[in-house]
């Protein structure tokens, strides 16, 4: 399975963005979708996650700001950003759950996509 994000691009501050994460199979079986936004410097962490049951959580830099939602029919995730602000400046990537289950195990893999930059201009 891999991820494909979009919507990526450059927006003054207090604009808005929204980003796009489609699974290559519809048919995956995948838990949590979350976003993770990367810095240069910074080190990769999670603003957005939402899991298969639709439960989100939020870092607090974006809360009330942005909005994870997910289509399970398209295994595809999405993040409204609003108001944004030039410290959200960054690659933003996608990652996902898959899980894959024989009759012998069921396995887990953190899958991530490629990224989208987004840059916020002041």
């Known amino acids: 399975v891999q991820l494909v994000e979009s919507g990526g691009g450059l927006v003054q501050a207090g604009g808005s963005l929204r980003l796009s994460c489609e699974a290559s199979r519809s048919n995956a079986d995948i838990n949590y979708m979350g976003w993770y936004p990367q810095a240069p410097g910074k080190p990769r962490e999670p603003v957005a996650i939402i899991t298969s049951g639709g439960t989100t959580n939020y870092a607090d830099s974006v809360e009330g700001r942005f909005t994870i939602s997910r289509d399970n029919a398209k295994n595809t995730v999405y993040l409204q950003m609003n108001r944004l602000k030039p410290e959200d400046t960054a690659v933003y990537y996608c990652?996902?759950?898959?899980?894959?289950?024989?009759?012998?195990?069921?396995?887990?893999?953190?899958?991530w996509g490629q990224g989208t930059q987004v840059t916020v201009s002041s």
């Open positions: 990652n996902a759950e898959v899980v894959v289950t024989t009759i012998e195990s069921v396995s887990r893999f953190p899958t």
